[in-house]
């Protein structure tokens, strides 16, 4: 294993092994944004379809962007206190560090 946790099969090089969830954790924002690399993306569907607690933290996830997107209007920004909030539920879910805004 190297030190992304992920392995390279030796015989194909465009296949990689996620083995931490952690590490899909950490790419789920590129993933739904399709910016993997393609080695990178069938490792991460991979990993969805192995694992039952990342598949299902990802469906809540998509659940959290799709719901967001319908909320909004592309004209009107997220009040200072609907970022706060998500930011909390992102520290509080992801054990994440996020400021809050003053």
Known sequence: ?????????????????IHECGDVVARMGDYVENELLRP???????????????????????????SAAEL????????????NRLRKALNTRLGLNLSYIA
């Open 1 to 17: 294993m190297n030190n992304n946790n992920f392995d390279s099969n030796s015989n194909n090089p465009e296949k990689l092994e």
């Open 40 to 66: 990178e993306r069938l490792a991460v569907e991979a990993h969805l379809n192995d694992c039952p607690g990342c598949a299902a933290f990802f469906a809540s996830y998509k659940h959290v962007i799709d």
């Open 72 to 83: 909004r209007e592309p004209e009107q920004p997220i009040s200072v206190e609907v970022q």
